[in-house]
């Protein structure tokens, strides 16, 4: 195969592989209630089938990045791939709800072994710089595309057929993903190095260490405050984080390397990034759910709430990306949450009777607007701040922060919106989590004025360095 089009091939095979799991991610949030219909759970159950996906995908994204140097990228991209082609199955024919959100979880784990590989093959197949930043714009671009046309797909398809498709679509789409890693995609050597083993001890910390306060808030509103499970979770979960804390500083191959939080924007921008994508999470888990339970949109109708989001990410992230390197990232990273926290801020003058075209378009045509003058940039800064040979860990911490993002949302407005609605999400509920998630979002914009500086002014700050020197 000529290496022109195997490169295609490749990056084809890398955008379908990582597409099909933020596709699955957002997909299954417009058949939520169809799944608590069929399999019950409530409203905390419809939570877990989220958050135990998000919880094994952002707690071991970097171990899956350390697998990919440790036994070549392509391969682990393979078997993260096929293992979510037969995590999807096993979520397709879930019996009980408990089965389903355990699917979940595996399906997590599956994912964050391909994403990281994705990237890192894109890195190793286009050498050339140039082409090199082409194919991760393009990468990200998909992505980022993918995950915002889920509800979209996912509500076709709980209308036309059942909520378990939204599942067995994926059997084709990993086939296909398999094949052109088979016949496209070069057979590369691991990465060897001396002494290099996995931070088994820095994955367990964190998964447990995040699971514990998630766990407590999901069960908050049944069981209360002073529950033991409730506490156990929150002080359980803080002390094994700071244990993983302490554990990265003095383990020699620490899956998050903290010497990078040195960098001034590094170190802002994923503070935005946790904010920005904690909102984004809880705006369309709750939205979604809002417009099927209490507003009576079908399935389909409540995924193209979210279109016009999709159609400002397409035809201005690549724009904005030009802009941001001309000009500096601050102005965007700064202005856009804020534009995106007002378009958030405009649903809650909505009702039971929710016509799209006056309470629902204007708000989305603002958010989807803000949401495009802040991912580029976003982007970009985090992988100018990194050195070369740091872009790919640089990448991976981004990448974990955005998916724990989504977990934390979710958790921490569901709180409050459980502790207003009960176990059911009503109209009270649902415009107390939009204020909370305009909160989240402005105060990103927030951290995005007063904490990036534009390269020209943050030339003089000190270099990464390895936690370990």
Partial sequence: MEPARARTLTLVATILGSGIALLDGTIVNVALPAIQDDLGGGLAGQQWVVNAYLLTLGSLILVGGSLGDLYGERRIFALGVAGFGVASVLCAIAPTIETLVAARAIQGVTSALLTPASLALIATTFEDEKERGAAIGTWTAWGGIAAVIGPVAGGQIVDVASWRWIFGVNVPLVAVTLALIFFAVERGEAVERTGRRIDIVGAVLTALGLAGPVFALVEQPQRGWTSPVVLGGLVGGAILLAAFVVWERRTRD????????????????????????????????????????????????????????????????????????????????????????????????????????????????????????TVAPLTSTVMAEARRGDSGIASGVNNAVARVAGLLGIAVVGVAVAGRSGAELDLAGFRLGMVLTAVLVGVGGVVGLLGIRNPELASDEEPVVSSAS
Wanted: net charge positive; proline share 6%; charged share 10%.
């Fill in 254 to 373: 620490p899956m998050l390397p903290l010497g990078l939080l040195r960098r001034r924007n590094f170190s802002f921008t994923n503070v935005e990034t946790l904010l920005v994508y904690a909102g984004l999470s809880s705006l369309f888990f709750f939205l979604t759910i809002f417009l099927q339970t209490v507003a009576g949109y079908s399935a389909l109708e409540s995924g193209l709430a979210g279109l016009p989001v999709t159609i400002f990410l397409f035809f201005l992230s690549g724009r904005i990306g030009a802009l941001s390197g001309r000009f500096g990232p601050r102005l965007f990273m700064g202005t856009g949450p804020l534009v995106a926290a007002a378009g958030v801020l405009l649903l809650v003058r909505v009702d039971e009777s929710v016509s799209y075209f006056v309470d629902l378009l204007p708000p989305m045509i603002v958010f989807g607007l803000g949401l495009a003058l």
